[in-house]
């Protein structure tokens, strides 16, 4: 279908693009910016003044929840869930039940998602067998069905050469590593951030080392494998700093932390809210500064969703008892528009973690908008105000922390190798 | 930056427990209750003490209402006087063990709750294994049922605590300059934080934890105390010595090497107490472990008030029962009444 996107204000971080103007799409790939070429006719036109055209956002660590239990979600809800808040690709994670560990269940979801043609899903296959850090996954085979990266998750491998194993095996592939680290000791049976807070609820805390250690470990062994390796989730400020030399040295090394620790800080779970149990925990004031330093820098290339969404029971117990994870997929392109509001990024700068960032992270050729790539982007209206309702939401998940509150800025259409995948 | 949350629970388990008026609804924590109310507890409990002493130990207060003892942690004591205290409050008490039961069979926190709020429960008394269940109760049940926190996790154990203020009170008289020392396992203790709560409303001058560093919470500052890790300068010069117990299965967690160390260098011996001030009393929540926290000569000596504090347990869960029915009854009332007033209205606007 020939498409034109007429007077939207087109930010796309990769080109250092970010103008007013046309945008042209045939054969489900982007034709030309500005002007239209000559004898072009387009089926469609729509009209985007006011609004932004962006890359399709990319996330990696989707929680997808298929094959698995389909009261917490479905490839089918979960994809349109992205679409509706942006993501026209998935990187889902691997420990999903089964788990990712075999080109059976990458097929299966391969399979799926181009019936379902929605969102588009990039697997993270399990890095060993069953998740359990004793042997390794058929690796080559993952990739060669389509994970574009490796990862145990946050079952942790607690020997090390084990951990040297995979990455040596995973590097002779170049297949990139997605790396949660925690030291498992430390973390026990933490389920907040080790501080005064924690202590006075009476929590287990997860003490800021249990993400240094976790990381410092890993780093040497980056150093000695050369593995390509991207850091997820990441939520103290000394893990930042350890990026950053890391990768000042040169390692081949990017990171993410999630809008969740980028907006919240341990502070929502005083009064229990089981709602902001999330891991790693959200952790205190400084940390979350940091954290904002790192994205506005690029020391952190992504932003993450940690997109983990559960049926609303999951949530209805004693704190430490609950399940963690948020429901975050529909409204964190909102709450990075809080971020550009209150001054702690500009909109290329959000449009660049949550698109190109991403996608050089992860190796896809994606997540800007030039002539001739396949044309994944979004329309978003900036100032269209909305207000969370569950029974709204696109999701399975019923744990949205953000239920009930009016949110900024919402994705009006999403095109899919130039579909129109969703429309509002 | 303003927050976008809005928390899908009631937030705060300081501002659940309270009504409108600043009665007393729910007992889940002494954190965000004033000085006034604590010691309404205190003057409150001091009526049922003499009580206690008469050969008709019952007052009708909750004649008529069902109490519920939900332990779903092994219990006792704390059960014991809970149910004493309900019956001499002419309640009907039913008590429920169920630490395996329930679980077992596969049944959730929130079913077995809504079970027993439809038989029509008025009050329900818990402990639970995780902190902030009770809040979490409190927060998810019908608001006319009162919650009773008889400990949760390493959160709370309020009426402990109290009894424990009730007890000082008795002996010292008044809180102004008292230094009082707690001693051993804190960083796992409930009852801990629930007196260094009690204490810092109360007005005590110093509150002082001793322990070796792997059974300190951190951070401490921020919590109304100072640290001390050796008894002969944590001891000095104190009015109150609160021992806990040690749970044996710290040794196993790399948390202590051995009892004997333990007992060496934290238990309460003769010679230690003598560090804190001659007239000194000495407290433990019980169960007591002779030998290792507390010498017996130190337990069963003069200065120990560890008795006591076991029988002021039942007047204290007197009145924080009966103030938390009276908080509800107060607030039902006025609901109805501001109900009945909405219901005047709205006819007045329907006939005129």
């Known amino acids: ?424 | 930056m303003k927050p976008t949350s809005a928390p899908k629970t009631p937030s705060d388990p300081r501002s659940v427990q309270l009504t409108e008026d600043g009665k007393l609804r729910h007992f889940l924590t002494l954190g965000g209750l004033n000085k006034e109310i604590l010691e309404e507890i205190l003057d409150t409990a001091d009526s049922f003490v003499s009580m206690g002493e008469q050969s008709v130990k019952k007052v009708p207060l909750l004649r008529g209402k069902t109490v519920v003892n939900l332990f779903f942690e092994n219990s006792t004591r704390t059960r014991s006087t809970f149910e004493l205290a309900a019956k001499r409050l002419s309640a009907d008490v039913l008590n429920l063990d169920i630490s395996t039961s329930a679980t077992s069979k596969g049944e959730t926190l929130m079913d077995t709750l809504q079970n027993l709020e439809a038989m029509g429960s008025d009050m329900f008394v818990i402990r639970h294994a995780d902190s902030g269940a009770q809040h979490f109760i409190a927060s998810q049940i019908s608001p006319n049922v009162a919650i009773i926190n008889a400990g949760d996790g390493r959160h709370a154990h309020p009426t402990q605590a109290m009894l424990d203020m009730y007890t000082i009170r008795k002996h010292k008289g008044d809180f102004a300059g008292l230094k009082v020392a707690i001693v051993g396992d804190i960083l796992h203790s409930r009852v801990a934080r629930s007196q260094i709560q009690a204490l810092n409303i109360l007005g005590a001058e110093e509150v002082r934890l001793i322990g070796p560093k792997t059974l300190l919470p951190q951070p401490l500052e921020q919590m109304g105390a100072s640290l001390y890790t050796r008894m002969e300068d944590g001891l000095k010069d104190v009015d109150v010595v609160i021992m806990l117990r040690l749970q044996k299965e710290r040794m196993d967690g790399a948390l202590l090497p051995s009892e004997s160390e333990f007992y060496r260098l934290y238990g309460l011996t003769t010679e230690k107490l003598s560090y804190a001030k001659p007239d000194a009393v000495v407290m433990h929540p019980g169960p007591i472990n002779r030998g290792v926290e507390i010498e017996s000569a130190v337990a069963d000596g003069p200065q120990s008030l560890i008795l006591n504090q076991v029988s002021y347990g039942i007047p204290i869960r007197m009145a924080v029962m009966s103030m938390a029915v009276s908080g509800q009854t107060q607030q039902k009332t006025k609901e109805v009444a501001a109900n009945g007033a909405a219901d005047i209205e709205q006819q007045g606007e329907a006939s005129a």
């Not at chain 1, 055209?53 to 979600?73: C, F, M, N, Q, V």
């Not at chain 1, 690029?298 to 049926?311: D, F, K, Q, W």
């Not at chain 1, 209150?342 to 908008?369: C, H, W, Y």
């Open chain 1, 1 to 424: 279908m020939k498409i034109t996107i007429r007077g939207g204000r087109l930010i796309d971080p990769a080109q250092q693009q970010d103008q007013v103007t046309d945008i042209h799409i045939d054969e489900g790939r982007i034709l030309a910016l500005g002007q239209a070429p000559a004898g072009f006719t387009p089926e469609r036109t729509l009209h985007a003044e006011g609004q932004v055209i962006a890359p399709g956002l990319i996330d990696i660590g989707t929680h997808l929840r298929e094959p698995g239990p389909s009261y917490k979600g479905t490839l089918r809800s979960e994809t349109k869930a992205a679409l509706a808040g942006g993501y026209t690709t998935l990187c889902c994670r691997p420990d999903t039940s089964p788990c990712i560990d075999s080109s059976a269940v990458v097929q299966q979801i391969m399979d799926k998602v181009e019936l379902i043609g929605q969102a588009k899903v990039r697997p993270i296959g399990a890095m060993t067998k069953n998740l359990e850090g004793t042997h390794l996954s058929n690796m080559a085979g993952l990739q060669h069905s389509g994970c574009v990266a490796v990862s145990n998750m946050r079952n942790a491998i607690d020997n090390t050469l084990i951990l040297r194993r995979c990455f040596e095996y995973a590097s002779t592939f170049d297949l990139r590593v997605v790396f949660y680290p925690e030291d498992s000791w430390l973390r026990g049976d933490g389920c907040a951030h080790e501080g005064a807070l924690a202590s006075r609820l009476g929590l287990a805390g997860i003490p800021a080392a249990a993400e240094a250690i976790g990381l410092s470990r890993v780093l040497h062994l980056v150093a000695v494998t050369g593995v390509r390796i991207h850091f997820s989730a990441l939520s103290t400020a000394q893990a930042v700093e350890m990026i950053a030399e890391a990768q000042a040295k040169g390692l081949p090394v990017t990171a993410d932390t999630t809008m969740a620790h980028l907006i919240y800080t341990e502070a929502e779970i005083d009064g229990y809210n089981s709602q902001f149990f999330v891991q790693p925990p959200l952790r205190s004031e400084s940390d979350r500064e940091a954290l904002r330093q790192g994205v506005r820098d690029g020391v952190l290339s992504v932003i993450s969703s940690a997109h983990l969404p559960h049926e609303e029971a999951a949530k209805m117990a004693p704190f430490a008892a609950s399940e963690p994870g948020m429901a975050t997929l529909e409204t964190l392109l909102s709450q990075g528009l809080e971020l550009v509001e209150s001054g702690v990024l500009s909109l290329p700068q959000l449009i660049e973690r949550l698109t190109s960032g991403p996608a050089k992270a992860m190796g896809l050729n994606a997540g800007q908008l030039t002539e001739g790539q396949w044309a994944d982007l979004i329309v978003f209206d900036p100032e269209a105000s909305w207000q969370v309702k569950d029974s709204d939401l696109f999701t399975a998940g019923e744990n949205s922390p953000l239920t009930g509150s009016t949110l900024k800025g919402q994705v009006q259409i999403a095109l899919v190798n130039g579909q129109i995948a969703f429309e509002r």
